[in-house]
């Protein structure tokens, strides 16, 4: 069986490799090293320089063009102007503290919560997706009075001492803390007849049990609703409910992190959760609310956040400061006007029947899974193991044919499929054209 990876180990620059680098890069990364020490991560075999975003591309200190097939950040595109002039117009106005009343934060709080279903209904804004899920376990340990969570075994969920116990892909040396669960990923692969649904269900229920038995009681289950660092679990639509279900029934929270997912990256409405057809007590988000301006958000009810707030309250000087929803309100224009929910679906339609295709003439391409523009693809031996090996050196070739692109899941054998939104079908030809090439020229 492969060996399994840490999160940050994907695609990972290592020092000891740094020989026969160009001397100029060397000394750069010398730099970096200096100063961040021993938590400095940079991608590839021979990182790059950037200095310049626009649209899907990214260009390096060399002027060479990248086609961003990564990046979940600059979702509606890097660079985008309306949302750098918001950002720009608004920092020239007025940038503060929260504890203000300013007109564009209640704006963009009405027009986020305004796509959510009852009865979620108040959201307190954060500065990352680790800041909203931490947030989010607290708010649940408190409506619930109990401890336990339970997580999928590859989960990631950021970086706060607490997030971090419910992120065992972080795990070198640390172990799965005891008031928390990891279950397997949703894979239909490994369920009988492929009903993902009622083992995932199963797992849930058993893993309940075990915290019960262990005295922490269920607070409850977090799941990235594209299961994106455990290889993308999309399939089938609802699979979730089943596991929603069990979590009510057993008194505990269903949170939905919805970092990776949300904001129309599925192709099917802005959430994850909605290709489920389920209605979370607690949805978490981050990275792509801003397109790149820190910003993230807890969304609940507001039961559920006034039992929080009666034990601690919530303050962050940064949460919710007029540059973040100048920000947050141009992302919401820009998925409507440029219709990018359409063109996830669309072109990520595109990409995955080219994909489906690919697989026909090439052995190593296992499994193909995703939603909208967000697609998993293994890498796998004639005998199904998993070849993380193969995942590492098609990065690295597409690189070299100017493509960006990362890998995911337990055994990093997955290729992770996740351009900006305004991904056009002329972008998804030329990387499966480039994949094609990449895969013929290994033999
Ligand atoms: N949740 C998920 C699913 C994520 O992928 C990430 C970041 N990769 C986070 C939470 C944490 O977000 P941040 O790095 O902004 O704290």
Same mark, same amino acid.
């Given at each position: 069986m492969s060996a399994t990876k840490q999160? %940050?180990?994907?695609n990972r620059f290592e020092a000891?490799?740094?020989? +026969?680098?160009?001397p100029e890069l060397a000394e750069r990364i010398g730099r970096r090293q200096a100063t961040f020490g021993a938590s400095s991560v940079l991608f590839y075999e021979q990182p790059i320089e950037m200095v310049r975003g626009e649209g899907v591309f990214l260009y390096d200190v060399h002027g060479t063009r990248y086609l961003d097939v990564y990046n979940n950040v600059p979702s509606v595109g890097h660079c985008h102007p309306r949302v750098v002039e918001a950002i720009a117009r608004q920092a020239a106005a007025l940038n503060t503290n929260t504890r203000y009343l300013v007109r564009i934060v209640e704006t963009y709080a009405e027009r986020l919560l305004?796509?959510?279903?009852?009865? %979620?209904?108040n959201l307190v804004m954060t500065c990352t997706g680790s800041e909203s899920n931490d947030l989010a376990l607290r708010i649940a340990e408190s409506v619930t009075n109990a401890r336990g969570f339970i997580v999928t075994r590859s989960a990631y969920h950021g970086n706060t001492a607490a997030v971090t116990h419910i992120s065992p892909s972080s795990f070198k040396s640390q172990k799965l803390a005891p008031h928390v669960r990891a279950v397997p990923?949703?894979?239909? @692969?490994?369920?009988p007849k492929g009903d993902i649904a009622t083992l995932f269900a199963a797992q849930i229920k058993a893993a309940i049990d075990d915290l019960r038995a262990s005295g922490h009681g269920f607070a409850g289950f977090i799941a990235d609703t594209i299961f994106s660092s455990d290889g993308i679990f999309a399939d089938?639509? +609802?699979?979730l409910q089943k596991a929603a279900a069990v979590v009510r029934a057993e008194g505990g929270l269903f949170i939905a992190d919805e970092v990776q997912p949300g904001f129309g990256r599925t192709g099917g +409405? @802005?959430? +994850?959760f909605s290709r489920h057809a389920i209605v979370p007590d607690i949805v978490t988000l981050g990275k792509p609310m801003g397109n790149g301006f820190p910003m993230g958000g807890v969304i609940t009810r507001p039961d559920y956040l006034a039992a929080f707030c009666a034990e601690t309250g919530y303050f962050n000087t940064f949460g919710g400061n007029p540059v973040a929803a100048a920000a947050g309100l141009a992302v919401l224009d820009v998925i409507a006007d440029e219709n990018l929910i359409a063109n996830a679906a669309q072109t990520g339609a595109l990409l995955k029947d080219g994909l489906t295709a690919l697989k026909s003439d090439f052995p190593q391409i296992g499994d193909i899974r995703g939603a909208g523009l967000f697609i998993g693809l293994d890498f796998t031996t004639p005998d199904a193991t998993p070849d993380p090996a193969t995942a590492s050196a098609v990065i690295n070739a597409m690189k070299q044919h100017g493509i960006l692109i990362g890998a995911a899941g337990l055994y990093g054998h997955t290729l992770k499929i996740r351009p900006p939104l305004c991904f056009a079908p002329n972008n998804a030809e030329f990387f499966l054209e480039t994949l094609r090439g990449i895969l013929k020229a290994m033999g």
């Open positions: 999160i %940050l180990a994907l000891d490799n740094a020989a +026969g680098l160009d305004a796509t959510f279903p009852a009865p %979620l209904s990923a949703p894979d239909p @692969l490994e369920a089938p639509p +609802g699979f +409405g @802005l959430w +994850g």
